[in-house]
């Protein structure tokens, strides 16, 4: 059918274009951390200077590893807490678990401006005021709602009667959870795992309220360079974190299936 | 291997009463059987027995050990579940193994009685295989061996054959008794299906909204129903109900009909009397009295059903449809609407009171 042709065509035109609206900006950037002039100028001369450059750029070099740094402590501790989290939501009835289930939602909806400002003025108050472990605790706040949301969607399909059979063979709660349920959330762990990272990693905001000069994150540090001066170094971290991110987004999709069946 | 005593047990879910002053005694090395309908209180009482959950009040032994408060875990005994819950991350071995092992036990002595309780149930080639890459038949075999692996004291049942075809299930009743006897574990069996109650259990009990309504050996409950209930319950039955003669009943319309076993009920008092289909004789034309049926009925039959090895007929009489199966013999079936003699013995007629 011609129609049908026509209408088949237009569908991949449409997202040849949509990938370009979504990719091109990106690949330019990346092709740029690749070209020797710092005004974006063609005809196209490859060079790895600006990586080189970057690599002597020491004040971005720290962020870098704050970033890092950060990023793994924030995984670390908002994994463990919020898959211990998800683990007493899933079997425990307690007073106020309604309550505390609807809490647990809107700070991811919350604008990250207002959790910024709110945090910055908290954390002035308890005297713990600006810096890496600010950042650190912010970061684990955010990433939290996360970690228990992705790891509570795979529980939904973790069949009670395993722990049931476990216990009637005699295993004890922690034999129970470490051999049975663990293994079951597991890709839901690893992949609330790499959703904290990602908060982490990426976030700007709240990191922006809660650095000083000297400590700060990787997101921070960019943001400052572009306003002291635009140079071709931005694009090629960018074009690092790029591709990190990407394949850490790989990584999840590849763990989880969204409560799908491994 | 240890009998098991339930006694004066009762628990409630809020304003639900779903265990009521239960007391049953499973004999060690038996085979038994809680039959009743769904929400009859079979599995809360399992559960019980199990440790899932622990009684409002009354006593749970088990091997003469007051268990009431004991957690599961540490009642060492072994249960099936209804849908097997097999764990998917382990091979069917490691599933087998899993008892012995959180116990610590060595690894040598794991593999043995693993590849034992494998053979046992037929699965001996099977050790390395992904629960989700067996048939549903195996799956049960799976979780059978699991659960004796461990020489549980006594094995418990969740409607274990419920998620099997028809086939299957014969088969694995057969096997599950082979089982039983081999290794001589007191097992409890929860199931709504009477047929299975009756052929694979040494005694059954029934349960009806939370109460234990009759317990004994099939025969005895088929037999001897003590009540309405457990006489509808189990197998089909006719009922009639009226006054209590001394000898049996009088309806409502004058007819009496005499019963030999069952209640003993004042004359007077209201009380029913039951019959099983098979048992009715049907004839036509003028009967002649007959002292072995010496209950006897007239008429109508509006329906007949062909089974093959069996008929039944529905037989309308004075606004009651009575039920009646006559074994193919090769005898002349009956038409519908044709007037009709039933005759019955009071020995097969089972008085009971009026609940």
């Known amino acids: 059918m011609a129609t049908t042709r026509i209408l088949e065509g237009l569908g991949r035109f449409y997202i040849v274009l949509l990938l370009g609206f979504l990719y091109l900006p990106i690949i330019i950037m990346a092709a740029m951390s690749f070209n020797a002039s710092p005004f974006y100028q063609l005809p196209f001369e490859w060079t790895t200077d600006w990586y080189q450059s970057l690599w002597q750029n020491d004040q971005l070099i720290a962020a870098t590893w704050n970033s890092i740094e950060i990023a793994i402590i924030t995984t670390l501790i908002s994994t463990v807490l919020g898959s211990m989290a998800s683990l007493a939501l899933y079997r425990y009835e307690f007073r106020g678990k309604k309550v505390l289930q609807a809490l647990l939602f809107p700070p991811i909806a919350i604008p990250w401006l207002i959790t910024g400002t709110a945090m910055l003025i908290f954390f002035f108050g308890v005297g713990i005021g600006r810096g890496l472990i600010a950042i650190l605790l912010g970061h684990v706040a955010l990433a939290l709602p996360y970690v228990i949301v992705v790891v509570s969607a795979r529980l939904q399909t973790f069949a009670p009667e395993l722990e049931e059979a476990a216990r009637s063979l005699g295993a004890n709660q922690w034999q129970v959870t470490m051999r049975v349920t663990l293994p079951w959330i597991m890709p839901g762990v690893i992949a609330g795992g790499l959703f904290a990272f990602a908060v982490s990693f990426d976030q700007f905001v709240v990191s922006y309220f809660l650095s000083t000069p000297g400590q700060t994150t990787l997101p921070v540090e960019i943001y400052a360079a572009i306003r002291k001066g635009f140079t071709p170094e931005i694009n090629a971290v960018s074009t690092i974190i790029i591709v990190v991110s990407m394949a850490l987004m790989l990584l999840t999709a590849r763990f989880f299936k969204f409560g799908g069946e491994k | ?355």
């Open chain 2, 1 to 355: 291997m240890a009998g098991v005593q339930v006694a004066n047990v009762s628990r409630s879910f809020g304003a639900h009463k779903a265990l009521d002053d239960v007391s049953i005694d499973f004999a060690d090395g038996g085979f038994y059987a809680l039959l009743g309908p769904s929400g009859s209180g079979k599995t809360t009482l399992l559960r019980q027995i199990a440790g899932f959950d622990f009684p409002d009040s009354g006593r749970i032994a088990i091997g003469g050990e007051s268990v009431e408060r004991v957690p599961v875990e540490k009642r060492r005994i072994g249960m099936v579940f209804q849908n097997y819950a097999l764990f998917p991350n382990m091979s069917v071995a490691d599933n087998v193994a899993f008892g012995l092992s959180v116990r610590g036990e060595p690894k040598a002595t794991i593999a043995t009685e693993v590849q034992r309780a494998l053979d046992l149930v037929q699965l001996g080639k099977l050790g390395g295989r992904k629960p989700h890459q067996l048939s549903g038949g195996q799956r049960q075999r799976v979780a059978l061996a699991r659960a004796i692996v461990t020489k549980p004291r006594v094995l418990l049942l969740d409607e274990p054959l419920g998620a099997l075809d028809k086939a299957l299930r014969v088969d694995m009743q057969i096997e599950l008794k082979r089982i039983q006897r081999e290794i001589g574990i007191t097992t409890i069996f929860v199931t709504h299906d009477q047929e299975e109650a009756l052929t694979m259990s040494d005694r059954i009990g029934i349960l009806r909204d939370g109460r234990l309504v009759q317990e004994g050996p099939p025969e005895e409950i088929y037999d001897r129903p003590e009540s309405e209930f457990a006489a509808t319950f189990l197998g089909d039955a006719n009922i009639f109900r009226g006054n209590a003669t001394g000898s049996g009943i009088k309806l409502p319309d004058g007819t009496t009909i005499a019963a030999s076993t069952g209640a003993s009920v004042p004359a007077g008092a209201k009380a029913s009397c039951a019959v099983r289909p098979e048992r009715i004789r049907i004839t036509t034309g003028a009967a002649k009295p007959d002292p072995a049926n010496a209950n006897m009925l007239r008429g109508q039959v509006s329906k007949r059903i062909f089974a093959g090895n069996n008929s039944t007929y529905f037989v309308d009489r004075d606004g009651q449809t009575l039920k009646v199966i006559v074994q193919n013999t090769g005898a002349e079936r009956l038409a519908e609407g044709q007037p009709v003699v039933l005759s019955w013995s009071p020995d097969s007629t089972v008085l009971i009171a009026a609940a």
